[in-house]
């Protein structure tokens, strides 16, 4: 009884993690071609500069112009300015520096070029938790909104979901299979930080393209009442059940890859200590 439990639960969080993966890697893609990470970077050092300016007028001038100057140049550092994801401190230090035509010793700077600096030193980490926090925010709306299409599109239901797979072992075993691959090959302490690995993005879609061969969704399934139910007993009800499946489902994939990775380890490990149990049971007997 509890083998046959944990295998329908390795199987539907083998669905679930291959949707958070999807999710991923539409996420990806739309942040790239968005730019939001450069937006984001925008942004805040936008709002940093004028934070300062207000606060300490007397910088303004030095760090205003550093970050304008950075953002205003088509290239930076070799690479497109819009294509940047991040800004190091020692990079708006040396524009500092320059600007005023002065060497690294803060010394030879000028007194409102010097409190800049020390402002930057004791400010940046701010900055650069506000930027973490902004895009990772935004990337969490769009898992959501993701998430919800795709178990729309699909019909992805979580009562429908686990009857089919407590009625199907094979789709069951499928399922598993694929599981257990994702997890030998994956990289736990990765999922353990909550961030899955980043890569580039068509890599991952041909990946992905291969994989949902396996699950066979099809997009907007007619031969079932998968949405709105017109006919039979309780059609309300049923309506109401769909789109509380789908909803489930939605917040369990928005959970994100590294949770479902982290679940099917756990799970697969109680598996085999269940099996152990077993073995040592029948030895024993």
């Not at 291959?18 to 991923?24: A, I, K």
């Not at 994801?85 to 007194?111: F, M, W």
Request: one cysteine or more.
């Amino acid at each position: 009884m509890l083998w046959d439990i944990l295998g329908i639960l390795i199987a539907f969080a083998s669905v679930m993690l291959f949707f958070s993966l999807m999710v991923t890697t539409l996420a990806q893609g739309i942040q790239q071609v968005a730019q939001q990470r450069y937006r984001v970077l925008r942004q805040q050092l936008t709002d940093f500069a004028s934070q300062i300016g207000q606060e300490f007028p007397h910088t303004q001038a030095f760090l205003a112009q550093a970050i304008g100057q950075m953002l205003d140049e088509n290239s930076f550092n070799g690479r497109l300015v819009k294509e940047v994801a991040h800004v190091g401190k020692e990079e708006i230090r040396s524009r500092i520096v320059r600007i005023c035509d002065g060497t690294a010793e803060d010394q030879t700077l000028p007194e409102g070029a010097t409190t800049s600096l020390q402002l930057l030193d004791e400010l940046f980490p701010k900055l650069e938790t506000a930027m973490r926090h902004q895009f990772k925010a935004w990337m969490d709306r769009m898992a959501v909104v993701l998430a919800f299409t795709l178990a729309l599109v699909f019909h992805l239901n979580a009562f429908d979901l686990l009857r089919s797979i407590s009625a199907n072992p094979e789709v069951a075993a499928a399922y598993s299979q694929y599981g257990a691959e994702q997890v030998a090959a994956g990289d736990i302490d990765t999922a353990r930080a909550g961030e899955p690995e980043v890569q580039e993005f068509n890599t991952v879609t041909k990946v992905v393209a291969q994989e949902f061969a396996i699950f066979q969704f099809t997009p907007f399934p007619q031969d079932c009442d998968c949405y709105l139910v017109t006919d039979g007993p309780n059609p309300v009800l049923r309506t109401l059940g769909n789109l509380l499946g789908i909803l489930i489902s939605t917040l369990l994939i928005s959970l994100g890859a590294p949770f479902w990775f982290r679940t099917l380890h756990n799970l697969f490990r109680i598996r085999e200590q269940v099996v152990g149990v077993d073995s040592g049971s029948r030895s024993a007997g």
